[in-house]
T-cell receptor, first 114, second 112 residues
């Protein structure tokens, strides 16, 4: 079956702009989580969606937001971009997001803010 | 707060040597522990989880609640084991909903 797909793979944006990243989970998976990966901070949890509802949120400012659609596809939005937002953004899908279910990761979207 | 520590950023061994990647965690509840691996130019993927008590690609990991550790071991390393390894923790209580807390990762290099 197809894996988790993230689009676009690469993005270059200017400070102050906003950006939207997309994640298509594995078919049948209803939980989608987002992570930010940077050399300094490593992998940090942003938020998790299940059945179009945000169930969990990490310690990121309100500029980071997301949503999930009825087909479980998810988008993540970052407004008023800062240089420090440059990172690899990973999305992971799982059947239900807990209970020892496996999380499958996408290839990531590399965001560069200039 | 939950925390995962991987003390070694880099680990180098020779082919055929034993390898142990260390992982310590702090968490007051009941944790689920995982090891994820990322090979060069590939996506992050699950290697093994403590609940399964399985051996994958010759790797094993035992959860030691007394020492709050979940070290990854392999008796004879292979060159294809060279990769970045992440230890991760999730609340088994069900309210963490998708949140994995990762360690900083260990880059394992196996020399021929």
């Amino acid at each position: 079956k197809a894996g988790v797909t993230q689009t676009p793979r690469y993005l270059i944006k200017t400070r102050g702009q906003q950006v939207t990243l997309s994640c298509s989970p594995i078919s049948g998976h209803r939980s989608v989580s987002w992570y930010q990966q940077t050399p300094g901070q490593g992998l940090q949890f942003l938020f998790e969606y299940f059945s179009e509802t945000q169930r969990n949120k990490g310690n990121f400012p309100g500029r980071f937001s997301g949503r999930q659609f009825s087909n479980s596809r998810s988008e993540m939005n970052v407004s008023t971009l800062e240089l420090g937002d440059s990172a690899l953004y990973l999305c992971a899908s799982s059947i239900r997001g807990g209970g020892n279910t496996e999380a499958f990761f996408g290839q990531g979207t590399r965001l560069t803010v200039v | 707060a939950q925390r995962v520590t991987q003390p070694e950023k880099l680990l180098s061994v020779f082919k055929g040597a034993p390898v142990e990647l260390k992982c310590n965690y702090s968490y007051s509840g009941s944790p689920e522990l995982f090891w994820y691996v990322q090979y060069s130019r590939q996506r992050l993927q699950l290697l093994l989880r403590h609940i399964s008590r399985e051996s994958i690609k010759g790797f094993t990991a035992d959860l030691n609640k007394g020492e709050t550790s979940f070290h990854l071991k392999k008796p004879f390393a292979q060159e294809e084991d060279s990769a970045m390894y992440y230890c991760a923790l999730r609340n088994a209580g069900g309210t963490s909903y998708g949140k994995l807390t990762f360690g900083q990762g260990t880059i394992l290099t196996v020399h021929p």
